[in-house]
């Protein structure tokens, strides 16, 4: 299969991390990983994960209900924000109201304390910063630990095989590495595959969705070099930008300097291009 035709036969609009946690196989894999004990299975799990369709990329987020907890996971690629805290805050808060807003018996007024599934937050990083703790606390990070308000994110960031967590993050360490070696191209997705395979790192998967993940895959290489190109495009503006205020800032100073001479206007607006009334807003 050529580059020209995988491109042009690619539909899949998801992330690895979406296609992968969709599957009942995978993301009760990934529950048990995150939830050491509850011992899910696949008819345990109602998914819960919420749609972001305002944003220019979508996020990696898991949502799911299982047994008495309300499981959230969130990835974060390749540079590591503590934003991700309080986006988990936010995506609990609209998860808690779509709960109690399904389940009418909960009623939030009542004297009594109603039963509400326990909140269990953690974060995958896939990038190559160390040193993060084990946990992050959004009142320690965003009120320096002068809120009742709390919530704590454990953090996950170590790669191998054991879990599928593990699997995962060493999964997009060889995919980044691979696209440093050969660009965002075909054979930098085919290397990614064999290598995994090789290293037993979501072998199953990837076997199985063979197809599908080089499509998820080339879109995203595709994603990248835009938002690539617009960051260079912005860079060059803010070059373009700066490069012509330092030329009128030039120019100023030599009307400033002809006005101080004397020079009649129409000849200092021949000579700096100014207009007569930008001439003398410098008086």
């Not at 109603?114 to 993060?132: A, D, H, T």
């Not at 660009?183 to 595959?193: F, P, R």
Request: proline residues 3%; glycine residues 4%.
């Amino acid at each position: 299969m050529t580059t020209t035709n995988f491109k042009a036969g690619r539909k899949a609009k998801d992330t690895v991390f979406t296609d992968l946690f969709r599957i009942p196989r995978y993301h009760t894999e990934l529950v048990n990983t995150l939830a050491p004990g509850i011992n899910a299975k696949p008819e345990d799990i109602t998914l819960t994960t919420l749609n972001y369709v305002l944003t220019v990329r979508p996020y990696n987020d898991f949502g799911a209900l299982v047994k008495n907890q309300l499981i959230f996971c969130s990835e974060s690629q390749s540079t590591w924000s503590l934003n991700i805290v309080f986006r988990l805050f936010l995506y609990a808060a609209t998860t808690y109201q779509e709960y109690v807003d399904k389940h009418r018996d909960i009623d939030l007024y009542s004297t009594a304390a109603q039963k509400l599934p326990m909140l269990n937050c953690s974060v995958i990083y896939c990038g190559k910063e160390k040193n993060l703790p084990e946990y992050v606390s959004l009142n320690k990070e965003f009120w320096h630990n002068k809120s009742p308000l709390d919530l704590k994110v454990k953090v996950l960031h170590e790669a191998g095989t054991g879990n599928i967590v593990k699997e995962y993050i060493r999964f997009c360490h060889i995919y980044d590495e691979q696209v440093k070696l050969y660009g965002y191209s075909q054979t930098a997705i085919e290397k990614t595959i064999y290598i995994c395979s090789k290293e037993n790192v979501l072998k199953d998967y990837l076997e199985e969705r063979t197809k599908e993940v080089h499509d998820i895959m080339f879109t995203l290489f595709d994603q990248d070099e835009v938002i690539e190109r617009h960051i260079e495009y912005e860079k060059r503006i803010a070059a373009e930008k700066a490069e012509q205020r330092g030329e009128e800032k030039g120019i100023g100073n030599m009307v400033k300097n002809m006005l101080a001479h004397n020079i009649p206007l129409k000849q200092i607006a021949q000579i700096s291009g100014w207009s007569e009334t930008q001439i003398l807003s410098l008086q």
